[in-house]
């Protein structure tokens, strides 16, 4: 299991990685087999006995980890741990624990919130085993090459620059706006705030949620994105991790 020289290990270099400029403290982290527990850990931020046999069901099906702001925890089940390599869930995680240090937010829109985490991860490990924010990633990281006309450098700094700021939201409108990919500056907020919508309401891991989020920002875009492949961007963000080592 996670040993806590290891977990420091991890944190310290996400902290290093980042450049954070404040000093936080490594998040407590919950490995376990018992999903009464990781279901009550989730739903009411401590063990609860009474809680219902149908809502560890849908909590259990539909979450693998997560990070509680009340407790500073990371609750990761273990079946989950086991399967895929440990550091990627842990790194996802513990950037989320860093923006609610920072910030008390995660961020507002999840196409950014989870797909900027993501981004960070892939980056750090070079992992491809857990897509669960796959449609996130892709759109989240075509919106930001197009608004840097692909400049590596400036989309990775930015990312670990802004992504655990505190006005992580303010700045990407603003960039979004600057940056003369939309029709429509305007409406980007809009636009955000519909995808984001379409996310939760379909759900991260379907594939009908990608192709919603696609018809949502093509009304807005200047340049329609079209299908795009998880492939090609594995390998764009392997070569951006060439160009960091």
Same mark, same amino acid.
């Given at each position: 299991? +996670?040993?806590?020289? %290891?977990?420091?290990?991890? *944190?310290? =270099?996400?902290?290093? $990685?980042?450049? +954070?400029? @404040?000093?936080?403290? #490594? /998040?407590?982290?919950?490995? !376990?087999?018992?999903?009464? =527990? *990781?279901?009550?850990?989730?739903?009411?931020?401590?063990?609860?006995?009474? &809680?219902?046999?149908?809502?560890? !069901?849908? &909590? #259990?099906?539909n979450t693998c980890a997560f990070y509680d702001q009340n407790t500073h925890t990371i609750v990761? =089940?273990?079946?989950? $741990?086991?399967?895929y390599r440990p550091e990627t869930t842990l790194y996802h995680e513990m950037i989320h624990h860093i923006q609610y240090q920072y910030g008390n937010s995660a961020g507002k829109y999840s196409i950014f919130s989870e797909g900027l985490t993501e981004v960070i991860t892939h980056l750090l490990t070079g992992n491809f085993e857990d897509t669960a924010y796959k449609t996130e990633f892709i759109l989240s990281l075509e919106l930001l090459k197009r608004a840097y006309s692909n400049n590596f450098i400036l989309i990775v700094n930015s990312i670990k620059k802004y992504h655990v700021h505190t006005n992580k939201n303010k700045f990407i409108l603003e960039l979004l706006k600057k940056s003369k990919i939309f029709k429509r500056p305007n409406k980007i907020e809009? #636009?955000?705030? =519909?995808? #984001?919508?379409?996310?939760?309401?379909?759900?991260?891991?379907?594939?009908?949620? *990608? %192709?919603?989020?696609?018809?949502?920002?093509?009304?807005?875009?200047?340049? /329609?994105?079209?299908?795009?492949? *998880? @492939?090609?961007?594995? !390998?764009?963000?392997? $070569?951006?991790?060439?160009?960091?080592?």
């Open positions: 299991m +996670l040993s806590h020289s %290891k977990k420091n290990k991890l *944190f310290n =270099k996400l902290a290093l $990685y980042l450049n +954070l400029a @404040k000093d936080i403290k #490594c /998040p407590l982290v919950i490995i !376990t087999a018992s999903k009464k =527990k *990781f279901a009550s850990l989730y739903q009411f931020s401590c063990l609860n006995e009474d &809680i219902e046999p149908k809502m560890i !069901t849908e &909590i #259990c099906s990761i =089940k273990k079946s989950y $741990y086991k399967d809009e #636009c955000l705030t =519909k995808t #984001c919508d379409e996310l939760k309401s379909s759900g991260a891991y379907q594939r009908a949620a *990608f %192709k919603e989020c696609l018809k949502i920002l093509n009304q807005y875009l200047k340049e /329609p994105i079209k299908n795009l492949s *998880f @492939k090609k961007y594995k !390998t764009y963000i392997n $070569y951006l991790r060439k160009l960091q080592n």
